[in-house]
């Protein structure tokens, strides 16, 4: 079982940036994949980006050139690095996990998820 939390949502004026963090607790999550989604108001869960054990890193075309996902170096804390956020960006923002070492961009493929973290682009 793999807790996953998430930090560092908030309020923030188009143009502005945001760093959320998604902890692994008691895990490393080197060899897992791990993903982003983010779920506006009244829509659907969306895909933000993917990096699967092998390294490899992949971002959703409206958020690609943005946003940018990272780790630490012993795998426990995942990133999503977001600047020139816009109000479309508004959303809940979740990370996910899988036991395999890669996964794709539907929300099914992954087995475990944090409680989501509220980012709010406004002025």
């Known amino acids: 079982q793999v807790r996953l939390v998430e930090s560092g949502g908030g309020w923030v004026q188009p143009g502005g940036s945001l760093t959320l963090s998604c902890v692994a607790e008691?895990?490393?999550?080197?060899?897992?994949?791990m993903a982003w989604f983010r779920q506006a108001p009244g829509k659907e869960r969306e895909f933000v980006g993917l990096r699967w054990g092998s390294g490899t890193i992949v971002y959703a075309n409206s958020i690609v050139g943005r946003f940018t996902i990272s780790e630490d170096g012993d795998g426990n804390t995942a990133y999503l690095q977001m600047t020139s956020l816009k109000p479309e960006d508004t959303a809940v923002y979740y990370c996910a996990a899988r036991s395999g070492n890669n996964g794709g961009s539907e929300a099914t493929d992954y087995d475990y998820w944090g409680q989501g973290t509220e980012v709010t682009v406004s002025l």
């Open positions: 008691g895990h490393s999550l080197n060899t897992n994949a």
